[in-house]
């Protein structure tokens, strides 16, 4: 047997394993039980949006906050994190349009605008405008919120998000319901990249291990976090996470530690509206977290390197090198030889092709993309260790004009 044949033989058999023992992550049904019962009582809530920096957004995400048709007491608190290109003041001229707008007696929700001034040592950014917005609303007269809806500036909801989320936290007792909103795929980078993103997300934290409510498999998603007030007390949280850069995971961690029900899935009717239509833009949205997610360890990130390239590259390259040596070879044993690299390694690929197929599915694109997981692959490792270089040059976790540091043991541990 070759070095090339047993190394096909190797990622077929990962791939099998990822097939049938990995979560099923590659199933796409998780999504928001359809149809829940409705609460008798509608319980309060406020939607907190941190925000540095997010003029271009707003327009698009924010009004579809506040026409939220929910029935019971709700409210926006927009954070505005130190920013720059006037971001507070394009939410209060959308507020006010939109009261403009709105008809007599009919619905949606009032902002309220604050900022926190410069994060304190040991936060990073959005978990301190998070804080601060959470405080604002526990301080009203009217008293604290029954629920937090965590949702970022880029996140636009159908005018039924919050009413499906709570009724879903409810019916079910859930003290954490998260969407992975559907990012946006209109560019060719965006549409090569960003299934793959969520698709590798998947992969590491299969939503159906989540949902079962057993094991220590935790996560949501930061875009779009339903978050039982009293579940984040138990937790202590934003507090206990302060300094996660991977903040979703960290929450869906806290919560779930302090015995609380979480729920993760994707979504139908929450959709990001953030452009990236460049191979940079993309880039840099990956490099950002990709090392923090690996806790800045060189071991775990020569694992990863090594696990990418025997699971999604070498298949391709066994099937071309059977291929080949199979074409030319002079003897039978060389022949037998190349032919097992080259079924090996297509069968490798095609079961990576035959997962990803449902998520190319619902993010609308053909399938014939499932073809060139291994050269999005290529690019996510690359991606990868550029994180672990710029962490190394100080320029680690870097977000809109802020670095931050390697966190502590104690956040690492959290991730």
Known sequence: MSVMGWIALFSCAAWVWLLLGQGLF??????????????????????????????????????????????????????????????????????????????PGGGGLPLTVVSPGPPEPGWTGKLWAVRHGVGAVRAREGGAPEFLLLTDADIAHAPDSLRRLVAAAEAHRLDLVSQMARLRVSGCWERLVVPAFVYFFCQLYPFRRINRGVGRTAAAAGGCVLLRAEAAGRAGVPEA????????????????????????????HVDSVRPYPRLADLWGMVARSAYAQLRHSAALLALTVAGLALVYLAPPVCLAAGLAGAGGASSAGGGGAAAVAAWAGGAAWALMAGTYAPMLRYYRQPLWQAALLPLTAGLYLLMTVDSAVRHHRGRGAAWKGRTYPASAPRAAADR
Do not use: K
Request: aromatic share 4%; charged share 30%.
């Open 26 to 103: 590659w199933r796409t049904d998780q999504r928001l039980p359809p149809g829940s019962a409705e609460p008798e009582r509608w319980p309060s809530v406020a939607v907190v949006v941190p925000a540095r920096d997010e003029a271009g957004v707003l327009p698009v995400s924010l009004p579809s906050l506040l026409g939220q048709d929910y029935p019971g007491r709700a409210e926006v608190v927009l954070v505005d994190d130190g920013s720059t290109d006037g971001t507070g003041d394009v939410a209060r001229a959308l507020a006010r349009a939109a009261d403009r707008a709105r008809r």
């Open 241 to 268: 996470i302060r300094d996660a850069v991977i903040d979703d995971v960290a929450l869906a961690r806290a919560v779930r530690r302090a015995g609380g029900r979480i729920w993760l899935g994707l979504a139908e």
